[in-house]
């Protein structure tokens, strides 16, 4: 099955509603950066969380968010855009730890309990927005909670998961944000943490064969509607031009220190894991470009 992403509104407005199933996107990120279960689910978590927040965008507006804790993985950083359009990368992939005492892959371990959680969002003004909470858990679903309710001042509840398989590859990714509206009453809101808290892990549901749509259901009920779907899809925004358009930009000196020195050039996409080389004539292509500009 296609991944998929959906946003609507439920309890006639009363609250907003994002579930995603992001398996594929999951395992392009594992296969690109060749990681590890427990580094996977971190990555694979914080790319659910950023496609659903990148649904929330307009036009050509973007985000790019930063996990930086305290744990063996570095820092997670993963951009995203209105489009649901995600890169992401961690510090150290090959990172896989022993099972918590749930059982669970033991992502707070890698990720740290202390750090922070980031978000810059570019909505196209002057200046971006910048908001920043410490974690929490280190699971990332509470801390992308906590950094709504404290960042955006929006009460919300982020559920996020990625079942691992032994051989690292992913069976399932998927998640949810469920974000209350002004209106909401004291009844509903009661009803909606009751809901929250027996809700099955998101994974479980996947396997089930549920969809983002059924997800939904066990949260809201049958009183939803669906205003927008999306594929949530790996893109870089990373092209051999661009890379020219880059080494081009160092100047015709520090080209010319290329050729000289190395004879060769390399470049790397943190994002996708793709490396671009330019040989000698290449380079002096550029150089010859560098200096009729």
């Keep these: 099955m296609k991944d998929q992403l959906v946003r609507g509104t439920a309890w006639n407005g009363a609250i907003r509603v994002f579930a995603a199933r992001t398996t594929e996107l999951a395992r392009e990120l594992q296969r690109r950066h060749d990681t590890y279960p427990t580094a996977t689910a971190a990555l694979g978590r914080t790319a659910t969380a950023a496609a659903m927040m990148g649904f929330m965008l307009k036009g050509d507006e973007k985000l790019t968010i930063q996990v930086k804790g305290d744990g063996p993985i570095g820092q997670i950083v993963v951009d995203a855009n209105a489009k649901a359009e995600v890169r992401g990368y961690v510090d150290h992939p090959h990172v896989h730890l022993p099972s918590n005492e749930h059982g669970k892959l033991d992502v707070a371990g890698a990720v740290g309990t202390t750090g922070f959680l980031n978000v810059t969002k570019d909505l196209g003004l002057k200046e971006p927005y910048r908001g920043s909470v410490p974690l929490i858990s280190g699971e990332l ?4 909670t906590y950094y709504f309710a404290s960042s955006e001042q929006t009460p919300s509840a982020v559920g996020l998961g990625v079942l691992v398989d032994t051989d690292n590859s992913v069976i399932h ?13 004291e009844e509903q809101l009661v009803r909606l943490e009751n809901a929250v808290g027996a809700m099955p892990h998101v994974t479980s549901l996947l396997d089930q064969g549920e969809t983002p749509e059924g997800i939904l ?3 809201v009920g049958d009183d939803f509607v669906i205003h927008e779907e999306i594929e949530p899809r790996f893109v870089c925004q990373c092209t051999m031009e661009r890379v020219e358009r880059t080494l081009i930009s160092l100047g015709a000196e520090e ?3 290329l050729i000289d020195e190395d004879g060769h050039a390399e470049v790397h996409c943190h994002f996708c894991n793709e490396t671009y080389r330019f040989e000698e004539e ?5 150089l010859e470009r560098a200096t009729s500009n």
Excluded: I
């Design 141 to 144: 679903a509470e801390d992308f």
């Design 173 to 185: 990714a998927g998640g949810f944000v469920v974000q209350v509206m002004p209106g909401l009453t």
């Design 217 to 219: 259901k066990f949260l």
């Design 255 to 257: 080209l010319r220190q």
């Design 282 to 286: 290449q380079l002096k292509e550029l």
